[in-house]
């Protein structure tokens, strides 16, 4: 007695669903590694003149920095779960570090001199964010 044709197409039409779905899932729970590391830097910054370039024509330091690896030299001013602020007052860069298995974070501490290579995000109100960062030198103060 022949197989209905019907029959093969809807389990191989399953079968498909199935390996798309378990390929989408592991993409998700595994994403490919992001090497900031690899990467060149547009240009380097100390954190003073990162938030300069972005107040004084937002749309410009946009289009030249914005989603592109920088370099940003500054004290820290404040520390948190994996995030560093650079700055004062109103004029902060946020720094939020990357958190991979392949990269270990080396010992800072609030005052320490830093320089990280990470990927601009522009400004968010009062502050300048720099994400997927890597510390590249720390200079105990």
Request: hydrophobic share 45%.
């Amino acid at each position: 007695m022949p197989i209905e044709k019907s029959f093969l197409h809807r389990q191989l039409l399953i079968i498909i669903l199935v390996l798309l779905g378990l390929a989408i899932s592991i993409r998700l729970v595994f994403p490919p590694f992001y090497n900031i590391g690899k990467l060149s830097p547009v240009k380097q910054f100390s954190d003073e003149q990162l938030f300069n370039e972005f107040v004084s024509d937002q749309i410009d330091a946009q289009s030249r920095y914005g989603m592109k690896p920088i370099l940003v030299e500054g004290r820290i001013t404040g520390v948190d779960k994996g995030m560093i602020l650079m700055g004062e007052g109103m004029e902060l860069v946020r720094i939020k570090l990357m958190h991979n298995w392949r990269y270990t974070i080396p010992k800072y501490k609030y005052g320490d001199q830093i320089l990280i290579k990470g990927v601009c995000q522009g400004i968010d109100m009062t502050e300048v964010l720099v994400s997927k960062a890597i510390i590249i030198t720390v200079r105990q103060q």
